[in-house]
T-cell receptor, first 116, second 114 residues
């Protein structure tokens, strides 16, 4: 069964460092998403991406964040200068042509980011 | 303010028993409501999705109900299994044309005991 895969599963970084979280969406999917979940809190939308550009982004997704689809398979989330409050589980998701709200999205297993 | 509230916060039941999880929302306008299952350390997996006109939707032992008038939804799990131990998250969308217009609940943590 096709699945969304994320690497690494756990990333520890020092405050101020740049991190890149990687995701391989399901191959025939066209919409890609990043979410985060701070420990004990609800899942929060960060950004959606379609046709090589951002579709929507939340207030959380400020200038420190960027996304990229550098090749035909990977979808990355970059945090330029990490802060302690960026510590969270980051989930990548993908779906077919329609938006997440009307079609099923498949989530990866997440990358736990710990900023120290 | 658009909110999704779930209850109970956590629930412990014996294997084989049934249970019902609740979701109340104040999201407006309403587009659709989803229930997700999230195993510990894993991403959420979609169980059901319901639009305004749907009252009930089943997926195996999972049955979701929706009352759009009272803005309440429930997820009923029948004949629980140990593998049902997970967090169950209610997610409400208030704009089908925008990915950022979805509200996640905090989830109900379900523990199934043998």
């Amino acid at each position: 069964e096709p699945e969304v895969t994320q690497t690494p599963s756990h990333q520890v970084t020092q405050m101020g460092q740049e991190v890149i979280l990687r995701c391989v969406p399901i191959s025939n999917h066209l919409y890609f998403y990043w979410y985060r979940q701070i420990l004990g809190q609800k899942v929060e939308f960060l950004v959606s991406f379609y046709n090589n550009e951002i579709s929507e982004k939340s207030e959380i997704f400020d200038d420190q964040f960027s996304v990229e689809r550098p090749d035909g398979s990977n979808f990355t989330l970059k945090i330029r200068s990490t802060k302690l409050e960026d510590s969270a589980m980051y989930f990548c998701a993908s779906s077919e042509a329609l938006r997440l709200t009307v079609t099923e999205a498949f989530f990866g297993q997440g990358t736990r980011l710990t900023v120290v | 303010k658009n909110q999704v509230e779930q209850s109970p916060q956590s629930l412990i039941i014996l294997e084989g028993k049934n249970c019902t999880l609740q979701c109340n929302y104040t999201v407006s306008p309403f587009s659709n409501l989803r229930w997700y299952k999230q195993d510990t350390g894993r991403g959420p997996v979609s169980l059901t999705i319901m639009t305004f006109s749907e009252n009930t939707k089943s997926n195996g032992r999972y049955t979701a109900t929706l009352d759009a008038d009272t803005k309440q939804s429930s997820l009923h799990i029948t004949a629980s299994q140990l593998s049902d131990s997970a967090s169950y998250i209610c997610v409400v969308s208030h704009d089908p044309n925008r990915d950022d217009k979805i509200i996640f609940g905090k989830g109900t943590r379900l523990h199934i005991l043998p």
